[in-house]
């Protein structure tokens, strides 16, 4: 199984490349940051309407078709945004546009494919619970290596290096191994709604849209931090912290033995971040910015994780991977979102106005997720509708 994780992280080290090195490619061209905001929410914005899609497209179809064409796509996606030279706005917004709307769904594909690989479901939770964790290796190298590539060899450069390692990514998962290549989903009678017909699952969405707000203020937040107290490179150190400490989270997540159901421990795990944003209001020294990050990031994967677990039971069967590309799409969203408020609230109320966002959104998801328990007690899964001449006889 390590061949498998190792080739589906490598494709998705886009996740934590391409943020970072669309905001310093258009730096690097004098764009300011209102204009990024705007690129970044467009890009968020395609990448979350895309995976639903191409989740629903994997469920009927399997995985490697749809992961081998939208690879191809996005890649030309990064290719004309260098192509542009960053002058051109129109160019840069179809670019990213195009390579957003089509990056490969590899998360969703890896966690609908554990079932399958996986014999027994609490083998499924402790993968759940390590993708989780050993996701955020993407945000701790993948912005390490914009810094390095644009220092390096320029910032285009770096831009192609993240289209690069999605395709070779992407190439050695879905091509080499047989349990990717034979998948399938199970069998369901279709509906429009997929698996958005759980009540849980659309709370769940909702409150995810909060965590990616913080996430994309985040990413704006670093890059003017680094401009504020004049140390290049420290954005990406920034966000590798966050990252390396969301891992640790992750790790002491995955051996708790947990008593208390995901549906009641999420609202407790969302709000805690907050702290750690919340004390960057008062733009510290980067010394104890670097502390009050990782204070923040300890929360991320132990929310992911048990995101997972609350979807692998309350969706309808035949649907996961469209389920687990709703909450990419959710983080996305709230990623782009957050982005593009950030950009405005830098230009206008400067650099502490922009911490205030995810302390905020950091709260309203947490008092989303208050209201899952009672959903959730509603039954596991949501039986599969029946065809209509079924129903009415």
Same mark, same amino acid.
């Given at each position: 199984?390590?061949?498998?994780?190792?080739?589906? &992280?490598?494709?998705?080290?886009?996740?934590?490349?391409?943020?970072?090195?669309?905001? +310093?490619?258009?730096?690097?061209?004098?764009?300011?940051?209102?204009?990024?905001? *705007?690129?970044?929410?467009?890009?968020?914005?395609?990448?979350?309407?895309?995976?639903?899609?191409?989740?629903?497209?994997?469920?009927?179809?399997?995985?490697?078709?749809?992961?081998? !064409?939208?690879?191809?796509? =996005?890649?030309?996606?990064?290719?004309?945004?260098?192509?542009?030279?960053?002058?051109?706005?129109?160019?840069? *917004?179809?670019?990213?546009?195009?390579?957003?709307?089509?990056?490969?769904?590899?998360?969703?594909?890896?966690?609908?494919?554990?079932?399958?690989? +996986?014999?027994?479901?609490?083998?499924?939770?402790?993968?759940?619970?390590?993708?989780?964790?050993?996701?955020?290796?993407?945000?701790?190298? !993948?912005?390490?290596?914009?810094?390095?590539?644009?220092?390096?060899?320029?910032?285009?450069?770096?831009?192609?290096?993240?289209?690069?390692?999605? +395709?070779?990514?992407?190439?050695?998962?879905?091509?080499?191994?047989?349990?990717?290549?034979?998948?399938?989903?199970?069998?369901?009678?279709?509906?429009?709604?997929?698996?958005?017909?759980?009540?849980?699952?659309?709370?769940?969405?909702?409150?995810?849209?909060?965590?990616?707000?913080?996430?994309?203020?985040?990413?704006?937040?670093?890059?003017?931090?680094?401009?504020?107290?004049?140390?290049?490179?420290?954005?990406?150190?920034?966000?590798?912290? &966050?990252?390396?400490?969301?891992?640790?989270?992750?790790?002491?997540?995955?051996?708790?033995?947990?008593?208390?159901?995901?549906?009641?421990?999420?609202?407790?795990?969302?709000?805690?971040?907050?702290?750690?944003?919340?004390?960057?209001?008062?733009?510290?020294?980067?010394?104890?910015?670097?502390?009050?990050?990782?204070?923040?990031?300890?929360?991320?994967?132990?929310?992911?994780?048990?995101?997972?677990?609350?979807?692998?039971?309350?969706?309808?069967?035949?649907?996961?991977?469209?389920? &687990?590309?709703?909450?990419?799409?959710?983080?996305?969203?709230?990623?782009?979102?957050?982005?593009?408020?950030?950009?405005?609230?830098?230009?206008?109320?400067?650099?502490?106005?922009?911490?205030?966002?995810?302390?905020?959104?950091?709260?309203?998801? =947490?008092?989303?997720?208050?209201?899952?328990?009672?959903?959730?007690?509603?039954?596991?899964?949501?039986?599969?509708?029946?065809?209509?001449?079924?129903?009415?006889?």
């Amino acid at each position: 199984m390590i061949p498998l994780f190792a080739a589906n &992280f490598l494709g998705r080290m886009t996740g934590g490349m391409a943020p970072l090195g669309i905001t +310093l490619f258009l730096r690097s061209h004098d764009h300011g940051f209102g204009f990024i905001g *705007l690129v970044l929410a467009v890009y968020q914005l395609s990448s979350a309407t895309g995976g639903p899609l191409l989740g629903r497209a994997v469920d009927r179809f399997g995985q490697v078709p749809v992961l081998c !064409g939208s690879a191809l796509g =996005a890649a030309a996606g990064y290719v004309l945004l260098v192509g542009s030279g960053g002058d051109n706005r129109q160019a840069a *917004l179809a670019a990213v546009m195009l390579a957003g709307l089509l990056a490969p769904p590899l998360e969703p594909c890896l966690r609908s494919l554990w079932p399958n690989v +996986l014999a027994k479901p609490e083998l499924v939770a402790t993968a759940y619970a390590l993708d989780a964790s050993l996701q955020e290796i993407i945000f701790i190298v !993948g912005p390490l290596l914009i810094v390095l590539a644009g220092e390096l060899a320029g910032q285009g450069t770096a831009l192609l290096l993240t289209a690069v390692l999605m +395709l070779l990514g992407t190439a050695a998962y879905a091509l080499p191994h047989r349990a990717v290549r034979a998948w399938r989903g199970l069998p369901h009678q279709p509906d429009w709604a997929g698996p958005l017909r759980s009540t849980v699952l659309r709370r769940f969405v909702l409150a995810m849209v909060g965590v990616g707000v913080g996430l994309g203020a985040l990413n704006i937040g670093t890059v003017a931090y680094e401009e504020h107290v004049g140390q290049p490179g420290l954005s990406g150190v920034l966000l590798g912290t &966050f990252a390396g400490s969301s891992l640790v989270g992750g790790l002491v997540y995955g051996v708790v033995r947990w008593r208390i159901a995901p549906a009641g421990r999420l609202p407790w795990l969302m709000s805690g971040s907050s702290l750690g944003f919340a004390l960057m209001i008062s733009v510290p020294r980067p010394a104890l910015a670097l502390v009050l990050t990782a204070a923040a990031g300890l929360f991320l994967s132990p929310v992911m994780a048990c995101g997972f677990s609350l979807i692998s039971e309350h969706v309808p069967n035949g649907t996961a991977t469209e389920a &687990f590309a709703w909450m990419a799409t959710a983080v996305t969203a709230g990623n782009a979102l957050g982005a593009y408020l950030a950009g405005l609230a830098v230009q206008q109320g400067g650099l502490r106005a922009v911490f205030v966002l995810p302390v905020v959104a950091a709260l309203a998801a =947490a008092l989303v997720a208050l209201t899952l328990g009672r959903a959730a007690r509603g039954g596991p899964r949501l039986p599969e509708p029946r065809p209509v001449s079924e129903a009415v006889r």
